[in-house]
């Protein structure tokens, strides 16, 4: 990862920062490495509340652009969006959930699968 340009934002506690990522021959990289590398690139920064936005890839380019914003308190990282908040969380395994399948929810997705 590249960084382009960085700015601290003091009105939103926050830096924001715009990135390229090269990626020739390979798999465009996931959401969880772009953070894990955003907040690698950024002293004292934490994976939770470094937020990866307005990506963009162009198709057979290998190269990736996208925003980053670490937020230096949790407090001030919940003014994002509930969905992007709940992007950035770690998935839960498709085990872990069927664990928690209730019969209800289990005949519907049964009979959704049809």
């Not at 021959?25 to 907040?39: C, D, F, I, L, Q």
């Not at 992007?87 to 959704?112: G, I, M, N, Q, W």
Request: glycine share 4%.
């Amino acid at each position: 990862m590249e960084i382009i340009d960085r700015k601290d934002n003091p009105l939103l506690n926050r830096v924001e920062m715009r990135f390229v990522w090269n990626h020739e021959g390979k798999a465009t990289p996931t959401r969880k490495e772009m953070v894990e590398a955003a907040s690698k690139s950024e002293p004292n920064a934490k994976k939770e509340l470094t937020y990866i936005k307005d990506v963009r890839t162009v198709f057979g380019k290998g190269r990736t652009e996208g925003t980053a914003l670490i937020y230096s308190s949790a407090e001030s990282a919940s003014m994002e969006p509930g969905y992007v908040s709940a992007r950035h969380k770690d998935p839960v395994s498709y085990t872990h959930l069927r664990a928690h399948e209730t019969l209800r929810y289990l005949v519907c997705r049964l009979l959704l699968e049809k």
